[in-house]
């Protein structure tokens, strides 16, 4: 318990920008109808399955279309 208690101070604010990160990603995915690669669905898919992070930087990077 003091291990944990020890990278609490690191943890939390790592959640909460992931957490953030998610939301923003689906925010953006469900109000766009354009993507580079891929369709709605894939990349909600993706940004579900991969929410650590993984997922919304791919589809930053490689499904957002700058319109």
Do not use: C, Q
């Not at 208690?5 to 953006?28: D, S």
């Not at 898919?45 to 992070?53: A, G, L, P, Q, S």
Request: proline share 4%.
């Amino acid at each position: 318990m003091d291990e944990i208690m020890e990278y609490l101070p690191f943890l939390i604010p790592l959640v909460i920008a992931e957490f953030a990160l998610l939301g923003y990603t689906l925010w953006h995915i469900l109000t766009h109808e354009h993507y580079k690669m891929g369709n709605r669905a894939l990349w909600l898919i993706i940004t579900i399955v991969f929410m650590n992070f993984l997922g919304p930087i791919l589809y930053f990077i490689l499904g957002r279309e700058d319109s």
